[in-house]
């Protein structure tokens, strides 16, 4: 176990192309999940945990690990399993998703496995944790189920959706029923607020659940106005984790692509660290902006939106 705990601060460093590092992990039973290790600080037995009043009843409690209070969430209630017992013998995933850091109380941790996001899929319908799945995928012929963190979160620390009055109001001098806004994530909480967020601005957004899908759709509108995609669609809004094409893959490619590569692209991802920075210089992004902060991912569209007009001009 001590090498699994090691490699993780190690490989939370690495970047690869449309390729995914997955940290598997046990709730309750032989059924494996997956988190994506970029967002993994480190992985520990789970500490001491102090109550708190007034909880949320999946919060098991609080720890103190260097210096700072982390709230310890019971993944396998999250998910709408038996609480897990015996947590002194159990494990603590420590994680960064939008901005925050939480801690994940896991019934045992596996290994990490490095696979290709094409061999990634959306969650089939009718499963029992669907609603908390984003995707899915297969390991020594055994399903792994990739939690849909966001979802969680959500339910249990409920973001801000609303763009404020003075973002909302902000001059777009565009004619705005000639565009659309392209949104492309595969958490559907993350879609909801993207959308909501954008709302504001009025105008028409297309929403796609993974890359492969957004990349099909600017094709295809290419070939409708036979030729420059971004006077029609001249933002993208993507994730960055997605089933099928990455963000990052998506980028690179609408950036090869004569015909949409002046397509305004901001990656829009709950992954932290420095990487992100490099990772965007080097497949072309124009913004990278962590969730989620309804003004400012507003703001950025809006900016975008402006840089589109002055080039037009």
Known sequence: MASILDSVNQRTQMVGQNRLELLLFQLNGRQRFGINVFKVREVLPCPKLTSMPRRNPLIRGVAHIRGQAISIIDLSMATGGPELTGIENRFVIIAEYNRTIQ?????????????????????????????????????????VEIIDVERILADIMPANMDVSEEVANAPINVA??????????????????????????????????????????????????????????????????????????????????????????????????????????????????????????????QKWLNTEITIKE
């Open 103 to 143: 801690g994940f109380l896991v019934g045992g941790v596996d290994r990490i496995m490095n696979i290709n996001w094409e061999d990634v899929m959306p969650p089939p319908k009718g499963t029992g944790r669907g609603a908390y799945l984003t995707a899915v995928t297969q390991i020594e012929n055994e399903l």
């Open 176 to 301: 705005k029923e000639d565009l659309t806004i392209l949104i492309t994530d595969d958490s559907s909480v993350a879609r909801n607020q993207i959308k909501r967020a954008l709302q504001s601005l009025g105008i028409t957004l297309e929403v796609k659940k993974n890359g492969k899908e957004a990349l099909d759709y600017l094709k295809e509108k290419s070939k409708e106005v036979d030729g420059l995609v971004h006077p029609h669609v001249p933002v993208l809004v993507s994730d960055v984790e997605m089933p099928v094409m990455d963000g990052y893959t998506l980028t690179a490619e609408i950036k090869a692509d004569p015909n949409l590569r002046d397509i305004h692209v901001i990656l829009h991802t709950s992954l932290s660290g420095v990487f992100n920075q490099a990772m965007v210089k080097k497949v072309g992004a124009d913004d990278f902006i962590a969730k989620f902060h309804p003004d400012e991912l507003a703001t950025a569209v």
